[in-house]
């Protein structure tokens, strides 16, 4: 059964800092992950999608990585801004099932 | 860019009566899916759905719960009887093909409050 983790629960930083999301997963035989932000009491807003093949997707200044062999995904913010602020969500799409698989989130608060 | 519509925003019910949640996936997509994301906790996976049928489903997905594409357009989620805790914030997605390189593309959801 997929097993999706991010750490950390909680990041405070000041504007201007980058800063860097974890995710990880337990089986590697996924088709696609997905980085979300979810702001409080709203949907999903989907941020980059890196297929099983890729290594990482670049959106502005979102950077996502993937580590498929070792299950690991990290989502990279430039120059964090207060507007950043947010529940970010990581999810994998496994190949036995097409299902997505959320992890718990990091809620981040950048602080002007 | 298309969008998958869900209705209502916020549906409020009384517990022990039947709650109908409507999506309109997106138009050539053929997968639809279901989750759940109760308050402060994780997203959930709950039913998915291909040619009409079943596909997969979790085990919160009880006798409760029923999904149904009546037309062409619409994929519904009915729950019959509700109860307190279903309480959540539901979420339909759709996507092209079964994973790959295709995204499943998500709604706003339907934030359902039982009374």
């Known amino acids: 059964k997929q097993e999706v983790t991010q750490i950390p629960a909680a990041l405070s930083v000041p504007e201007g800092e980058n800063l860097v999301l974890n995710c990880s997963f337990t089986d590697s035989a996924i088709y696609n992950l997905q980085w979300f932000r979810q702001d409080p009491g709203k949907g999903l807003t989907s941020l980059l999608l890196i297929q099983s093949s890729q290594r990482e997707q670049t959106s502005g200044r979102l950077n996502a990585s993937l580590d498929k062999s070792s299950g690991r995904s990290t989502l990279y913010i430039a120059a964090s801004q207060p507007g950043d602020s947010a529940t970010y969500l990581c999810?994998?799409?496994?190949?036995?099932?097409?299902?997505?698989?959320f992890g718990d989130g990091t809620t981040l608060t950048v602080k002007p | 860019e298309p969008e998958v519509t869900q209705t209502p925003s916020h549906q409020v019910t009384q517990m022990g009566q039947e709650v109908i949640l409507r999506c309109v996936p997106i138009?050539?997509?053929?997968?639809f899916y279901w989750y759940r994301q109760i308050l402060g906790q994780k997203v959930e996976f709950l039913v998915s759905?291909?040619?009409?049928?079943?596909?997969?489903k979790s085990e919160i997905f009880d006798d409760q719960f029923s999904v149904e594409r009546p037309d062409g357009s619409n994929f519904t989620l009915k729950i019959r009887s509700t109860k307190l805790e279903d309480s959540a914030m539901y979420f339909c997605?759709?996507?092209?093909?079964?994973?790959?390189?295709?995204?499943?593309?998500f709604g706003d959801g339907t934030r359902l409050s039982i009374l």
């Open positions: 759905f291909y040619n009409n049928e079943i596909s997969e």
């Open positions: 997605a759709s996507s092209q093909e079964r994973g790959s390189n295709q995204p499943q593309h």
């Open positions: 999810a994998v799409v496994g190949v036995s099932a097409g299902k997505s698989t």
């Open positions: 138009s050539n997509h053929l997968y």
